[in-house]
């Protein structure tokens, strides 16, 4: 069977044929359910997020990329991380560019970088030349064929299946969520961050309050 790498490949492959928005939806909703329980399955039985997790508590910067559509799983991840953790950079190619990291990789810093089909090379780039310099890098794919794979230290795989012209976001986001959690969970001092956190945003008065 013929792979479908594009959105307009996958459209005219699922989409096109007369279907009802019940039906539709009714398809979409069970593959990312399959989508989401394989993925939990699967890193469940690997590892691979725990030891990542372990990876980004111990370094001393941690770096979040990811370019296109993985530039939103990148900021997600980032976000989250930064909330428990100290010294964690979003690399957005504008504010913080890819070189600005390259100049001074360190060998205890991590790089979580994430990269779906159709890859970017921008994000492969990166990662190689963060791995060469000294730097542990972290993958976060949806297969093991992925070019991200041949310079990361270590791999989370993520299957993103689905019934759409779009890959499925579903499971990659889920995974995602994970790896922030455990790592937060285990981080010194993430309690007290959190808290003071906390305490700024109440001071600023950031957010909507009944």
């Not at 459209?11 to 989401?36: N, Y």
């Not at 310079?151 to 499925?168: E, K, L, M, R, Y």
């Not at 995974?175 to 003071?196: F, I, M």
Request: glycine share 6%.
């Amino acid at each position: 069977m013929t792979e479908l790498t594009s959105p307009s490949q996958r459209f005219g492959a699922r989409l096109q044929r007369p279907s009802s928005a019940a039906a539709l939806q009714a398809r979409v909703i069970e593959q990312e359910t399959r989508t989401l329980a394989e993925a939990f399955a699967r890193v469940a039985a690997d590892g691979t997020v725990a030891a990542a997790a372990s990876t980004v508590v111990a370094a001393r910067r941690r770096f979040v990329a990811g370019t296109g559509k993985s530039f939103a799983y990148a900021s997600l991840l980032a976000v989250d991380l930064s909330s428990g953790l100290s010294n964690v950079t979003l690399v957005d190619g504008t504010l913080v560019r890819h070189v600005d990291v390259l100049a001074d990789v360190r060998d205890t810093d991590v790089l979580v970088a994430v990269s779906l089909r159709r890859y970017r090379r921008e994000t492969v780039a990166l990662a190689g030349r963060f791995a060469a310099a000294g730097g542990t890098v972290v993958a976060v794919t949806d297969t093991a064929e992925s070019p991200l794979t041949t310079v990361a230290g270590q791999s989370i795989v993520v299957p993103t299946a689905s019934a759409s012209f779009a890959d499925s976001p579903t499971a990659v986001a889920a995974v995602l969520h994970l790896l922030a959690t455990l790592t937060t969970a285990s981080a010194k001092g993430a309690r007290r961050r959190l808290a003071e956190r906390d305490r700024l945003a109440h001071d600023l008065d950031l957010y909507w309050e009944d």
